[in-house]
């Protein structure tokens, strides 16, 4: 079952759409799901979908709100060309200020056990969103896959109080070797922190249907995200 919310922004500023994707028991802890710089495509809607078969209330909510709303692109040529330059425009801080909003919401939801904590999954974008939501914010647990530009954050590693979890591609042209190896060096060794690499692996390998797509490394990922979400917030 799946349905829209309406979320308020904690700046005041306006309300923003969530697609939300309920479990069969109608009830579950809450994962928020960080979009792609596609917005909140078919694809999304997909993670959403198979977070709620796995017992979670997926809320996916559209991030790029504040400059378009409602933004759903495919890969390739102009969609493309609209996506990196919607990502050029994206207040990453207020991205993050949207995240918490949606947790917020979130617990208000009748359908959510609240008292389990929250998590979070994101993808290329929501990967990095990821990393910076585990230091911002009171999540639970926060998963990103193949985040871009996580090594310039890494003075924020010392706030992350949750776990984290990170899936890196291995051939990603965005995040070549160097910024791989000061992500390991800079978050290796943390008791709270799991650092997955995909050897030969490219970006976006766990996105269903993609040029990249990658079916045993992306289901090793997800059983991965899966068994962390679930020592922290069940379902149990």
């Not at 899936?167 to 290796?188: K, N, Q, V, W, Y």
Request: aromatic share 8%; proline share 3%; glycine share 14%.
């Amino acid at each position: 079952m799946n349905s829209t919310l309406q979320i308020e922004s904690a700046d005041g500023s306006g309300r923003f759409g969530a697609y939300v994707a309920l479990p069969a028991g109608g009830r579950g802890p809450a994962v928020v799901v960080g979009q792609e710089i596609f917005g909140i495509n078919a694809n999304i809607r997909a993670v959403a979908d198979r977070y709620a078969e796995e017992g979670y209330v997926a809320i996916a909510p559209d991030l790029f709100w504040r400059i378009e709303a409602g933004v759903e692109l495919g890969y390739a040529g102009a969609d493309r060309e609209k996506a990196f330059a919607l990502l050029g425009r994206f207040d990453v801080d207020k991205g993050i200020e949207d995240i918490i909003a949606t947790f917020a919401a979130a617990r208000r939801m009748p359908e959510v056990d609240a008292a389990a904590g929250a998590g979070f999954v994101g993808f290329c974008l929501g990967g990095k969103l990821a990393y910076l939501t585990a230091a911002r914010s009171d999540a639970a647990c926060s998963i990103g896959y193949y985040g871009v530009g996580i090594e310039h954050l890494l003075d924020e590693a010392a706030n992350i109080r949750g776990r984290l979890v990170l899936h890196i591609a291995e051939a990603d042209a965005f995040c070549p070797a160097e910024a791989r190896e000061a992500i390991l060096s800079g978050l290796g060794g943390r008791a709270n922190v799991e650092l997955y690499g995909y050897p030969g692996c490219e970006h976006a390998f766990a996105r269903l249907g993609g040029q990249h797509y990658e079916r045993t490394a992306a289901e090793l990922a997800h059983q991965r995200s899966i068994a962390a979400l679930r020592r922290e917030i069940g379902p149990r």
